[in-house]
């Protein structure tokens, strides 16, 4: 992809200048590392060593301390995102694509580093959300509105070694705000704007004894626009969400916790009606369920050497397609359940020396209806599987400014057998810290889906899908640490991926059976890419951001070998800009150039590359009151990032804020 080689040259040659003046830096960083704390902090251009994350290491690091990639997206972005779903917050990190059939409401999907949509893992404070009912198992970003997310945290290459199967491309972890410490504290927010759009959220956390509760509520409504980019009616989503988390804590370092969270949506959706069959209007909806249940305890010894904890979860999402408009309104129903027992210790076992260890059981089932197929009733179909993994990590700190992690995982999945991954990452702060170079190499596996494995396509036989992958990166400090600059290189091979084989006319052995199609583990892909970013803060009111993606990813088996994968823009450039003018008012601009892709393997749709642009403001007008406002979209592109399905116009969007 020569475009996206060409793309490179000249952010690469910017940082390559800025990072040469920072060679001259005083000696190597002698300060010992924090302790890891509970609650993690949103990042700081100003004090990146205060950065602490959750995901890389299933552990609260410093960020300076890991050998990964990984993004946060802090709490002051998610409260300028008031109702705007979190697929839209995340283009501009980098390593990250996503499309969407339409506007909010339809599918979305969330690619890390050139990898599928289903070799996103997602965790919504560290429970896996996933559909097992689909047929690639991964997560549908449709509905997910940021709500009172407290921050996201994007952790990108594989990861099957703490998280196992499906994190192929990264882990995206939507963390939720920490049960209330003292007293009663709570946010409340409405917001209306064009295309008939509503919102209301409330949030609450207080603490009763040793008991630190939190809740939210929300509700968003919207027109929305024709999700067929031809279509002239309107495909509208209503959702409404609620969480509830309690803590508690018994002395003697030994708590309990326990959560839930439910959402409920309905969203208008185009198909593709008889007779031609094309991506038109209709009377389509799509209507989900979803809920996450969590109970556990942890324990922590009094010196903090060692911390005990177990978790048991349960996530599901039921589907139910539906036309209003058919005698029987149900084409389609679908629920898949999750339900996972997990436990984990870390031990400090030495003043360099930190080990991190667990074991999990999985178990996930799917139940699907189909009324009218073959005959008159419903044909019903049902699977389950369950996975077993332990695993093991150590962090090694032979130096001060030195930080090593070796780990390993075993699977043992009940259809095809085991698996074996492992990681090794490396972080070296020189030069006081100025300077941070790090590098990783890890594999990861995303086992075959109960659909693609049971279904009237499946293929029993199926064998895990694979990736391998290597990374580098520097990050240099300029200007006094006013400014923060890095650049980071990666290569990942996948094999034996899963693709849809068409049994017409087909005298494959595996086509027996099957004459409508099967799956199969028939391609391969490579992705090769570089991401770049900087944070500057040119003045105490004056912030500047630039993330920069890219990528060549392409197949690597078949007819279309060398051709790119569909859907996976070869660049894109995010630049944002945050002024305070003064201290009651925060202005916010950011612009996203995403370059253009194709729709297909056979890259012969093209989608062309677009521009966004959104504005934001939020005026305090008292102690604790705010009024805000958003332009999505501001310079009303026209543009697609599915053949056929269109996107959001401009959209003006406006609110007020409580919180006490």
Known sequence: MKTTLTLWAAPTALLAALLATGWTSPAMAQSQPPQATASPAAPSP????ETVVVTATRVADRRTDVGVSISVVGPQRLR?????????VLRAVPGVSMTR?????GFAAIRLRGGEGDQTLVLLDGVRLSDPSTPGGGFSFATLLVGDLERIEV???????????????????LISPEPGAVGLEGSAALEAGELDTRAARLALRTRIGPVALSASAGRFQTDGISAAARGTETDGLETTAARVRARAALGSGLSLEAG????????????FAPPTFALGDTPERTLTREQVVVTGGSWDRADGGLSLKLLASRSSIARDSVNPTLAQPLTFGAEGTTDTLSAQAVWQLAPGLRLTGGGETERSRIDTASPG???PGFTVFTARTETRAAFLEARLDPTLWLTATIGARATDHDRFGKALNARATLSARLFGGDTIIRFAAADAFKAPTLFQLFSNFGNPDLAPEEASAI??????RLLDGRLAVGITAFTRSSTNQIDFVSCTGSS????????????????????????????????????????????????????????????RPGSVLSLGLRWTPVPALDLDLGWTRTGASFDDAGNRVRLAGYDLIALRASWQVAEGWSLYGRIDNAGDETYQTTAGYGAPPRQIVMGVSASF
């Open 373 to 375: 197929f073959p005959g």
């Open 155 to 173: 952790l990108r290459g594989p990861q099957s070694t703490l998280y196992g199967s499906q994190a192929i491309g990264g882990v995206i972890h």
């Open 46 to 49: 100003q004090e990146p060593d």
């Open 471 to 476: 990374e580098a990166g520097v990050e240099q």
């Open 80 to 88: 300028d995102a008031g109702s705007e779903p979190v697929a839209d």
């Open 101 to 105: 059939n339409g506007g909010p409401g």
């Open 260 to 271: 839930y969270w439910w959402a409920d949506s309905d969203a208008g959706i185009d198909g």
């Open 508 to 567: 494959l052995r595996i086509c027996a059976q099957r004459p409508f199609g099967t799956y199969d583990n028939i391609a391969r892909a490579r992705a090769d890419g570089i991401e770049v970013t900087a944070d500057w803060q040119v003045a105490d009111r004056l912030a500047l951001s630039l993330a920069y993606t890219g990528l060549e990813a392409t197949a690597r088996s078949g007819a279309n070998t060398g051709r790119e994968l569909p859907r």
